[in-house]
């Protein structure tokens, strides 16, 4: 599919912005508009104006043509003085380049620069000596008419383990409040969405693959009004075993049940398919599991009465859209028979990883163990926002100007959602008795669970919130 001049701009901005370091208040400062008026630009609800491109063109430092001609082509045309400095540079460049010389700018200076020279200004992480062939652009920005992968500006590595981030950030704040736990907690919580970005960001050094994080939304994935919702289903159950509570009610039955929490739900489900670059669409029933975004199937049909289903509390028929983790887990399930093959009838995905959330998502765990183990509440509640906040602002969120991704989102959620189902499904398999599902976090069974889960407040353990009779008092 051929991108339009329009949407090639606005992945050329953000590659800029990326390179340059800059975000969008400050690029709308310098070209004479709001950082609103600039979101709604690259977010393709409003269009960019010639008068906008003469200006982004004169604040980059190249012409016009230069700007409208792609990102890799602007990307080579960015003067070396706009690029972060050597003392930002990470150890390990983040994606390797292949000898190959970049395309000439509309501006050439008159003397031929030197290849090391060329090579500065062409990529921003070389992989060859100075003395070599230039370098052309990074992959993700060669491929960008198919891709839109923008390049990411090379970052600076942590000095120590990304763990030591977050424990220093909890004994500076304790420090500044004279050793006052609440004010600690309290001023912790009020940074936690700009200091998990700066983790992520720390996390993605060396990283294998660099992703978009301000790519065109697809329409799809828009909301339908300023205070209204997409057209995404994330899955979220709500469901009660309708034989189970029919039987009790009628005085037939009564049972023990344990209403099990599970631990840090959305913290798990930072381990999930996400897609890495811009979504592209395609039509047809197929699925390719290297691939990650948003789905519009016929789900089929349901054959298991005693289990829920993976698409949660809906109840209309008909096709839906869906994420990657809910297409996958019915997938699943159809091939254990469980239900009926879903049906693919289009598709948004981009070449996907398991791994972009991972590094943090450990570093997360981490100090997460250590303050349960050592009774640090203020630790404790600091991740939990970290992670929390984190999900919850980097859809369209004003807390966070950092990233925009709602299919990041709206997978991690499901991806939530699908684990808790994956522990109803453990439950049944093990003989135990599924009486309800609801929520991000919520499992009721009857039996003796200790045997299926461990007990504790780790990410793989649950906790027995309540027990209650059905049938009884419930």
């Not at 004479?32 to 063109?57: F, I, M």
């Not at 980059?60 to 540079?89: E, F, I, N, S």
């Not at 990883?353 to 509640?381: C, H, P, Q, Y």
Request: glycine share 6%; aromatic share 4%.
């Amino acid at each position: 599919m051929t991108m339009s001049t329009e949407e090639t701009l606005r992945l050329t901005v953000a590659a800029l912005m990326q390179l340059t370091r800059q975000r969008q208040p400050d690029v709308a400062a310098a070209i004479g508009l709001t950082q609103p008026q600039l979101s709604r630009r690259q977010s393709g609800k409003s269009a960019w104006t010639l008068t906008d491109c003469d200006r982004l063109a004169a604040h980059w430092g190249m012409p016009t043509l230069d700007l409208l001609a792609g990102p890799t082509h602007a990307a080579g045309c960015l003067p070396a003085t706009r690029r972060p400095t050597a003392d930002a540079q990470t150890a390990v460049p983040l994606a390797p380049s292949a000898p190959a010389p970049p395309a000439p700018c509309s501006a050439a200076p008159t003397a031929t620069p030197a290849p090391a020279e060329t090579a500065a200004a062409a990529a921003p992480a070389p992989a060859a000596p100075a003395s070599s062939a230039a370098p052309a652009p990074a992959p993700a920005l060669a491929a960008a008419a198919t891709s839109s992968v923008p390049r990411t500006p090379r970052r600076a590595a942590p000095a120590g383990p990304l763990p030591d981030l977050i424990r220093d950030r909890v004994v500076a704040v304790l420090t500044e409040a004279g050793g006052d736990a609440d004010v600690a907690q309290a001023a912790l919580i009020k940074r936690a969405v700009p200091d998990v970005m700066a983790l992520f960001a720390a996390s993605r050094v060396g990283g294998r693959y660099e992703h978009s994080e301000f790519p065109p939304t697809a329409g799809i994935l828009q909301k339908r009004s300023q205070k209204g919702a997409d057209a995404i289903w994330e899955g979220r159950p709500k469901w009660r075993s309708a034989d189970l509570h029919r039987a009790a009610r009628a005085g037939h039955i009564t049972m023990e049940v344990t209403a099990l929490d599970m631990n840090a739900a959305y913290l798990a489900a930072l381990k999930t398919w996400l897609p890495i670059g811009k979504l592209t669409h395609s039509e047809g029933d197929h699925h390719d599991p290297k691939r990650s975004g948003v789905h519009l199937v016929d789900p089929g049909e349901w054959l298991t009465p005693d289990l829920p289903s993976p698409l949660g509390s809906r109840q209309e028929p008909g096709p839906l859209w869906i994420t990657e983790p809910t297409l996958r887990a019915l997938i699943r399930c159809a091939g254990m028979d469980l239900c009926t093959p879903p049906k693919i009838m289009e598709s948004w995905t981009s070449g996907a990883s398991e791994g972009l959330l991972e590094k943090m998502r450990r570093a997360l765990v981490t100090v997460r163990d250590e303050a349960i183990a050592n009774n640090d509440e203020v630790t404790t509640e600091y991740v939990k926002s970290m992670y929390s906040k984190f999900v919850s602002t980097i859809g369209e969120s004003a807390a966070n100007r950092e990233i925009r991704r709602p299919d990041w989102m709206h997978i991690i959620r499901s991806q939530a959602f699908v684990n808790l189902w994956l522990k109803a499904h453990k439950a049944h398999k093990a003989g135990l008795t599924v009486v309800q599902v609801s929520g991000t976090d919520e499992l009721h069974v009857s039996g003796n669970w200790q045997a299926v889960f461990p007990e504790g407040r780790g990410l793989s353990q649950v906790k027995a919130k309540n027990i209650y009779t059905l049938g009884g008092d419930e």
